[in-house]
Structures are given as C-alpha cells and as structure tokens.
C-alpha cells in the first residue's frame, strides 16, 4: 500500500517545499560550501560517541562565514527510538569584520522506522546558545529553539543511500511569537566505502522568514563520516 502511494506523497513533499521557498518580499540570495569531518565510536552498548568538525563557506564560496567543533553522546533507548546530547563551540563571522563565539547545548529525540524499502527518521532537537558572553550588551542571554527535521531514506541495498529532509526553526523566546522563522530543505546521497568510511554529498536551501531582509542560502555540502 505505501509503495503505490508514495508518488503522491513525493509530489505533495515537493510542492510544499516549493511553496516554501517562494520569494513572497525582497530578499538576499548567496552560495555557500558546507564542508565537514565526523568521527562516531562505540563507547558501550547502545551508547556512541561522536565528535564533528566543519567549516561554512558563503559570500558566494569566497568567505569563512563559520566554522565549529561539536561533540555528543548518543543512546540508543530501543529500535525505533534515540536520546542524544551535545555541545557545540562556533565561530561566526559578523559584518564588523570579527567572528562571533558561540556556546551551544541540544538535546534530540530521534525516532525511526523502516517501511521498506524505505526509512522514515524524526528528529526533535531543543537548543539555547550563547553569543559573545561579556562582549556585548546582549551578551550572555540565552537563545532557545525547537528544531523539527523529518528525513526520507531510500534504501536501495546498495553502497549509496538517496535521501531528501525538510527542517523547520521554532524560535522559543522572541518577543513575537513565530511558528518558524527558518526553513532547511535537503537533497542528498550517503556512499558508504567500507563500513568504517563514509561520504555525504547534498544540496541544500536554507531560508529565512518572517524577518524583513530574509536571507536564502543555496548550499553544496560534503561531509566525511568515519566509525571506529
């Protein structure tokens, strides 16, 4: 029953996710490069550890808008459900010509289940960070955010995995209340080498709303993926 109907729910992904991105006021449009290196590790059963380092290049590929370093503990709680927790270390570039530090802490609730030959990942992640603690009047106050990311793989029992995701940004402690304020929409395809190597390569549009001047990001990534 789900094979027949998925066309139909491929389509209407599709269409919403255009809808999504229809440039609705004026807005700025760049390039950017996403590259990364992910390093995973079993500690004990069920529970991994994982470290991240990446580097995010925009104005048009020329610059290093921001690069960090994040580490996490993921715990596998059964088949079809995940517990993970992270920090994150950033630096990002600011128009004044400095780059911004940046403390993150998330906690996400993963959930799973395969609908061969297909598999459905969700993805609740809270976040708060911290910018520039001591540097500026705002400093130190914290940004929260609820991050929901729904993810379809299609497993062709091959070395490469077609994925496509669509993720949507809930800022918690705005003065106005918006049920999103960015929205992250990916095409991509996992090949796997070897078991222990991996290689990510995607497309992704990154748009902001709701904000007068909205940004759009037109992003070519490419992450590494090594499991000891």
Same mark, same amino acid.
């Given at each position: 029953?789900?094979r +027949?109907?998925?066309?139909l729910i491929?389509?209407?992904?599709? %269409? %919403?996710?255009v809808?999504?991105?229809?440039?609705?006021?004026? /807005?700025?449009?760049?390039a950017?490069l996403w590259t990364?290196?992910?390093i995973?590790t079993k500690?004990? +059963?069920?529970?991994?550890?994982s470290?991240v380092?990446?580097?995010r290049?925009?104005?048009?590929?020329?610059?290093?808008g921001a690069y960090?370093?994040? %580490?996490g503990l993921?715990y596998?709680i059964?088949? @079809?459900?995940q517990v993970?927790?992270?920090y994150?270390?950033? @630096? +990002?570039?600011?128009v004044?010509?400095y780059?911004?530090i940046r @403390?993150r802490?998330?906690?996400?609730?993963k959930?799973?289940?395969?609908?061969k030959?297909?598999?459905? *990942?969700?993805?609740?992640?809270?976040?708060?960070?911290?910018?520039?603690?001591?540097?500026?009047e705002d400093?130190?106050?914290?940004e929260y955010y609820? $991050?929901?990311?729904?993810?379809?793989q299609?497993?062709? +029992?091959?070395?490469?995995?077609?994925?496509?995701?669509?993720?949507?940004?809930?800022?918690?402690n705005?003065?106005?209340? !918006? %049920?999103?304020?960015?929205i $992250?929409? =990916?095409?991509?395809?996992? !090949?796997?080498?070897t *078991?222990?190597?991996k290689?990510?390569?995607?497309?992704?549009? @990154?748009?902001?709303v709701?904000?007068? /001047?909205?940004?759009? !990001? !037109?992003?070519?990534g490419?992450?590494y =993926?090594? *499991?000891?």
């Amino acid at each position: 029953m789900f094979r +027949k109907e998925f066309p139909l729910i491929l389509v209407l992904a599709l %269409a %919403a996710g255009v809808f999504l991105h229809i440039p609705l006021k004026a /807005q700025v449009n760049d390039a950017g490069l996403w590259t990364s290196v992910k390093i995973e590790t079993k500690i004990v +059963k069920k529970l991994n550890a994982s470290i991240v380092q990446e580097f995010r290049f925009y104005e048009n590929i020329t610059e290093l808008g921001a690069y960090y370093t994040e %580490a996490g503990l993921d715990y596998k709680i059964n088949k @079809h459900f995940q517990v993970e927790v992270n920090y994150r270390f950033t @630096h +990002k570039r600011k128009v004044e010509n400095y780059y911004s530090i940046r @403390h993150r802490f998330g906690i996400d609730l993963k959930y799973s289940n395969k609908i061969k030959p297909f598999e459905l *990942k969700y993805r609740a992640r809270f976040q708060n960070q911290y910018e520039d603690i001591g540097r500026s009047e705002d400093g130190g106050v914290a940004e929260y955010y609820l $991050r929901n990311k729904l993810n379809l793989q299609w497993d062709l +029992k091959k070395a490469y995995t077609p994925y496509v995701s669509v993720e949507l940004f809930s800022p918690l402690n705005y003065p106005r209340f !918006y %049920a999103f304020d960015n929205i $992250r929409s =990916i095409a991509g395809i996992e !090949y796997a080498f070897t *078991k222990h190597h991996k290689l990510d390569l995607y497309y992704m549009i @990154h748009k902001e709303v709701n904000v007068s /001047q909205p940004f759009t !990001y !037109y992003v070519f990534g490419i992450g590494y =993926i090594y *499991k000891l």
